[in-house]
């Protein structure tokens, strides 16, 4: 799959093969086609992947994707709106979820025709079952809304839309990881700065480029790995976001990350959502079917943050259960009961949950209950981006758009999941907003007699020199001397302690486990002052620890040492801009739970935190069209 030869210059570049990317490349192919593709000329676009497109964690979406077909029962997009943002405790803005709402069915139609595999109901219809937080009628009953394939529709969507991309004749370049994002600052109080390229590292060749392009696309996926428990990828390190950081931009509500209810025990995998729109039961160590008390309309299909800190109550209150694999530990999970569903039934509709509690917590959900506890999901903020995909900065009051510069899927905040995110709404987000962007960037290119003038390459040599001898000094090993600057994600000026490469602080995977864990005592579920506080502090021992980190071996050609290095280094980064917007966040509002403020303060923080990598944080408000906000309650 890896061209020929990476140029050093396209009209395009995606950064990340999963729903959004390849939407992404999808819909800048098809709209220039329908153009006419300007000039009958093919256009230079390249999508740059640090993972084998079909390992992208697009492909590990279980339950379905959300959109108002009406296909078993009646429903709405207007319900789908409403749900959207009362699920995002109102701090959705409006506009934009109101093209998710309305969209949606257009997307999941395209990506039948695309070669989706949904599951269908007798009459060959696209099936569809009930998902958390989605209703009838502004909040009546649950609705049946999130059109499924069994519990693989990412394995599906992702399938498909790489199929299409082949077919197109995208081009991509597999397992190559981009190290910077060169962004120049603004030349007037109107711009907001413009992106000249990447340096991207090619890790079978071991050799760093430049590649300059005329529209930069990020699509690089959440930051699961900020926690120890999670039911994210091992490659889902917050890359892109702390691109945008460390080149000088700013993240959205980035203090929102979701929890998912149904982790497989400790180890975190996740148990779709479908488990229990299928009839599954959440018990607590009393046998009791706990989330009636918590969310008496809805249940165990409440929104996810909901049933999270329901869990966790439960567990504070000591009716938490053990895992069976170790039944002499913490009793910190509550059970999932799926013993109701038929055998049938749950082996054509839940293969993969089935497959995953036999496989990793040898238990038979037909008849044995299951542990399950919260888990890491999604980052419902992001880089701040239009509903056309454009990243932008907010300042003096005002959006100052980048020229040149895109995101999309869940490292993007087009701010259509606010403070908690639907289940449903993820995949709908990636595909439907992927989409719209690659189309914007077809009418730039269509609309543009010459590409953009970028003859001044010296901010492109600067960054691959910098980023050049940052590589020299991983791989001289740890005997060399201190670096004379930190891992380029930081600007602190503390003096690195010195250590050897034999001692234990000199591992990128060990320190992400410390991250992990800190992560998790900090902000996981619930927090306050003292946890955010105590969060911070620990940061600061594990950026002086991060500048200590030196390769093992002397080659960078397919040392995956070096590539976990910069990964600790945007972890950090990251890590630091969501406890601080976290302190920021004086109330309690959907993912956010803080315990010394657990109300919801409309009146102080109906707005987005725009927080950048020098810890400055703004208020961005919310668009409020037709749905003032309300009290939430399921």
């Given at each position: 799959?890896?061209?020929?030869?990476?140029?050093?210059?396209?009209?395009?570049?995606?950064?990340?093969?999963?729903?959004?990317?390849?939407?992404?490349?999808?819909?800048?192919?098809?709209?220039?086609?329908?153009?006419?593709?300007?000039?009958?000329?093919?256009?230079?676009?390249?999508?740059?992947?640090?993972?084998?497109?079909?390992?992208?964690?697009?492909?590990?979406?279980?339950?379905?994707?959300?959109?108002?077909?009406?296909?078993?029962?009646?429903?709405?997009?207007?319900?789908?709106?409403?749900?959207?943002?009362?699920?995002?405790?109102?701090?959705?803005?409006?506009?934009?979820?109101?093209?998710?709402?309305?969209?949606?069915?257009?997307?999941?139609?395209?990506?039948?025709?695309?070669?989706?595999?949904?599951?269908?109901?007798?009459?060959?219809?696209?099936?569809?079952?009930?998902?958390?937080?989605?209703?009838?009628?502004?909040?009546?009953?649950?609705?049946?809304?999130?059109?499924?394939?069994?519990?693989?529709?990412?394995?599906?969507?992702l399938h498909a839309l790489w199929q299409q991309c082949l077919r197109q004749g995208v081009e991509f370049a597999e397992e190559w990881y981009v190290t910077d994002l060169v962004v120049d600052p603004p030349t007037d109080e109107e711009s907001g700065g413009h992106a000249r390229g990447l340096i991207v590292l090619d890790t079978h060749a071991g050799k760093l480029q430049a590649i300059q392009a005329d529209n930069i696309v990020l699509?690089?996926?959440?930051?699961?790995?900020?926690?120890?428990?999670?039911?994210?990828?091992?490659?889902?390190?917050?890359?892109?976001?702390?691109?945008?950081?460390?080149?000088?931009?700013?993240?959205?509500?980035?203090?929102?990350?979701?929890?998912?209810?149904?982790?497989?025990?400790?180890?975190?995998?996740?148990?779709?959502?479908?488990?229990?729109?299928?009839?599954?039961?959440?018990?607590?160590?009393?046998?009791?079917?706990?989330?009636?008390?918590?969310?008496?309309?809805?249940?165990?299909?409440?929104?996810?943050?909901?049933?999270?800190?329901?869990?966790?109550?439960?567990?504070?209150?000591?009716?938490?259960?053990?895992?069976?694999?170790?039944?002499?530990?913490?009793?910190?999970?509550?059970?999932?009961?799926?013993?109701?569903?038929?055998?049938?039934?749950?082996?054509?509709?839940?293969?993969?949950?089935?497959?995953?509690?036999?496989?990793?917590?040898?238990?038979?959900?037909?008849?044995?209950?299951?542990?399950?506890?919260?888990?890491?999901?999604?980052?419902?903020?992001?880089?701040?981006?239009?509903?056309?995909?454009?990243?932008?900065?907010?300042?003096?009051?005002?959006?100052?758009?980048?020229?040149?510069?895109?995101?999309?899927?869940?490292?993007?905040?087009?701010?259509?999941?606010?403070?908690?995110?639907?289940?449903?709404?993820?995949?709908?987000?990636?595909?439907?907003?992927?989409?719209?962007?690659?189309?914007?960037?077809?009418?730039?290119?269509?609309?543009?007699?010459?590409?953009?003038?970028?003859?001044?390459?010296?901010?492109?040599?600067?960054?691959?020199?910098?980023?050049?001898?940052?590589?020299?000094?991983?791989?001289?090993?740890?005997?060399?001397?201190?670096?004379?600057?930190?891992?380029?994600?930081?600007?602190?000026?503390?003096?690195?302690?010195?250590?050897?490469?034999?001692?234990?602080?000199?591992?990128?995977?060990?320190?992400?486990?410390?991250?992990?864990?800190?992560?998790?005592?900090a902000v996981a579920v619930r927090c306050n002052q003292s946890s955010i506080e105590k969060g911070l502090r620990g940061l600061n021992q594990l950026d002086t620890d991060a500048r200590q980190l030196r390769a093992h071996s002397g080659t960078a050609v397919l040392n995956q040492e070096v590539t976990a290095i910069m990964e600790v280094d945007n972890l950090l980064t990251l890590a630091r801009a969501v406890l601080n917007a976290s302190?920021?966040?004086?109330?309690?509002?959907?993912?956010?739970?803080?315990?010394?403020?657990?109300?919801?303060?409309?009146?102080?923080?109906?707005?987005?935190?725009?927080?950048?990598?020098?810890?400055?944080?703004?208020?961005?408000?919310?668009?409020?069209?037709?749905?003032?906000?309300?009290?939430?309650?399921?």
């Open positions: 799959m890896n061209p020929q030869k990476v140029r050093n210059r396209y009209d395009a570049v995606i950064v990340g093969a999963g729903a959004a990317g390849l939407s992404t490349a999808l819909g800048l192919y098809r709209a220039l086609e329908s153009d006419g593709n300007r000039n009958g000329s093919s256009p230079k676009v390249l999508v740059v992947s640090k993972l084998q497109p079909l390992r992208s964690h697009t492909g590990s979406a279980e339950g379905g994707i959300a959109a108002s077909l009406g296909n078993q029962e009646k429903d709405d997009w207007h319900w789908h709106y409403y749900d959207t943002i009362k699920g995002s405790d109102w701090l959705a803005d409006q506009d934009a979820v109101r093209i998710l709402a309305e969209q949606a069915p257009d997307i999941v139609i395209q990506l039948e025709h695309d070669g989706v595999a949904f599951s269908r109901t007798e009459d060959g219809h696209i099936a569809q079952r009930k998902f958390g937080g989605h209703t009838a009628d502004y909040g009546g009953h649950p609705v049946r809304r999130a059109a499924y394939a069994a519990d693989r529709i990412g394995h599906q969507i699509c690089t996926g959440g930051a699961g790995r900020l926690f120890h428990t999670t039911s994210n990828s091992w490659d889902l390190t917050g890359d892109g976001m702390a691109l945008a950081l460390q080149s000088g931009l700013q993240l959205e509500d980035v203090e929102f990350i979701q929890f998912h209810p149904t982790g497989l025990g400790h180890t975190g995998i996740l148990l779709s959502e479908a488990s229990r729109a299928e009839g599954g039961v959440l018990r607590n160590s009393q046998g009791r079917a706990f989330m009636q008390d918590y969310a008496p309309g809805h249940g165990d299909l409440a929104a996810r943050d909901v049933v999270s800190r329901s869990i966790m109550a439960e567990i504070d209150a000591d009716r938490g259960v053990a895992d069976p694999s170790d039944p002499d530990g913490p009793h910190d999970c509550v059970w999932l009961d799926m013993t109701g569903i038929d055998g049938q039934r749950m082996t054509t509709l839940l293969p993969q949950v089935t497959e995953t509690i036999h496989r990793y917590a040898h238990l038979d959900p037909t008849v044995d209950m299951v542990p399950v506890k919260p888990t890491a999901h999604y980052t419902m903020g992001g880089i701040p981006i239009t509903d056309r995909g454009r990243v932008y900065r907010w300042q003096d009051g005002r959006r100052r758009i980048i020229d040149g510069l895109f995101a999309a899927g869940e490292c993007s905040c087009v701010s259509v999941h606010g403070a908690n995110r639907l289940g449903g709404n993820s995949l709908l987000d990636a595909c439907l907003f992927g989409t719209r962007t690659g189309q914007t960037i077809a009418a730039g290119m269509s609309k543009a007699d010459e590409p953009n003038d970028m003859t001044d390459t010296s901010p492109l040599t600067q960054a691959l020199q910098k980023r050049q001898a940052f590589m020299d000094e991983l791989l001289a090993g740890a005997s060399k001397a201190d670096p004379s600057e930190p891992a380029l994600a930081d600007s602190q000026s503390e003096e690195p302690d010195r250590g050897d490469d034999t001692s234990p602080s000199n591992n990128p995977y060990a320190l992400m486990g410390r991250l992990g864990r800190l992560m998790e005592e302190l920021q966040r004086r109330e309690s509002r959907g993912a956010l739970y803080r315990s010394d403020y657990p109300q919801r303060d409309d009146e102080h923080y109906l707005a987005h935190t725009m927080i950048d990598a020098k810890e400055n944080v703004s208020w961005q408000p919310v668009h409020i069209v037709d749905m003032p906000p309300k009290g939430r309650n399921y």
